[in-house]
């Protein structure tokens, strides 16, 4: 990250784990008080979120203070299953930039919807955080890519029909072996 780069970055919520739907309520709240923390005449030059209610915070700050939006998801362990957390903010239009592990790397299209980076490795994010920030048409389209990728990808129907076709697959591939009846009752 360049020297002097100004981050307003978002808390990412909650110190404990609560189910978002419990935390959508207190929205209006959050994004107000957000707001009023961060808008004095220090100008930034990136939002940065790396939680749910983050990201939706950012997206109107991005908005109220013309600045480009970043979410990552960079403080995972050595091992995350999915990263639903950026898929929510691609469909969002937002590029982003999570720790190359696991489930995230098939989530994110590596210079398409956003950047994976080496897990613990501040330095890479903030690389990546100042290339997106100098370039705000670079950031614009990997936010759209992100939506496009989303919208073909992580529906729930797509998602649905492809758990279908597993099993179908896996049905015809298994096996058939004749056995007799299982008995509940012990012969006389």
Not at 20 to 46: C, I, N, S, W
Not at 81 to 110: H, K, N, Q, W
Not at 114 to 125: C, Q
């Amino acid at each position: 990250m360049r020297p002097g780069m100004r981050v307003l970055h978002v808390p990412a919520g909650p110190p404990q784990a609560i189910p978002k739907e419990r935390l959508l309520p207190h929205m209006t709240e959050f994004g107000a008080a957000t707001l009023q923390l961060f808008r004095h005449r220090v100008p930034y030059d990136v939002v940065h979120a790396n939680f749910f209610m983050s990201a939706l915070v950012g997206l109107q700050l991005k908005s109220l203070l013309s600045l480009p939006l970043v979410v990552t998801f960079h403080s995972t362990p050595w091992y995350e299953p999915f990263g639903i957390t950026l898929l929510e903010a691609m469909a969002c239009g937002t590029p982003v930039i999570g720790s190359d592990v696991g489930g995230i790397r098939y989530s994110v299209a590596d210079g398409v919807t956003g950047y994976p980076v080496p897990p613990r490795d501040p330095g890479a994010l903030a690389r990546r955080l100042d290339d997106l920030r100098a370039n705000p048409a670079l950031a614009e389209a990997l936010g759209r890519a992100g939506v496009c990728r989303v919208r073909s990808r992580f529906t729930w129907d797509r998602v649905a029909r492809q758990v279908i076709d597993v099993y179908r697959s896996a049905a015809r591939h298994r096996a058939f072996t004749p056995r007799p009846p299982l008995r509940l009752v012990p012969r006389s």
